[in-house]
């Protein structure tokens, strides 16, 4: 699976970038027949200033449905980057699941 990490506004570290490899592999990785590229995308939106807005925006373009696009915002990076994963993982879970549908045409046996 490709992952596309962009972290325009602070340096990203290679801690934060194993972390977030490796949480979307975990969380799409029995899905990655389904998956042509993942992108991220890192925010801090109020700088030094703190609060609740360290930002994590997931896309997973799919080969055959339409992308995915999670978007989460936490006071820690870390938190923002899991959950928007475990949201990508139920978003693609749900768009590449086949229902079976029972057959329509049933033959019945008499015992």
Known sequence: ???DIH???FPLPDALRSH???RLDFALSDRDDHIQRVLVWLSDINGPRGGTDKCCHIEV???RDADVVIKNTEADLYVAID???DGAARAVGCLVHQPV???R???WYEW
């Open 83 to 85: 959950r928007a994963a």
């Open 1 to 3: 699976m490709q992952i």
């Open 20 to 22: 977030i490899e490796q």
């Open 7 to 9: 972290a325009p506004n």
């Open 105 to 107: 045409n049933h033959e």
């Open 101 to 103: 549908t029972p057959a």
């Open 61 to 63: 373009v799919l080969t």
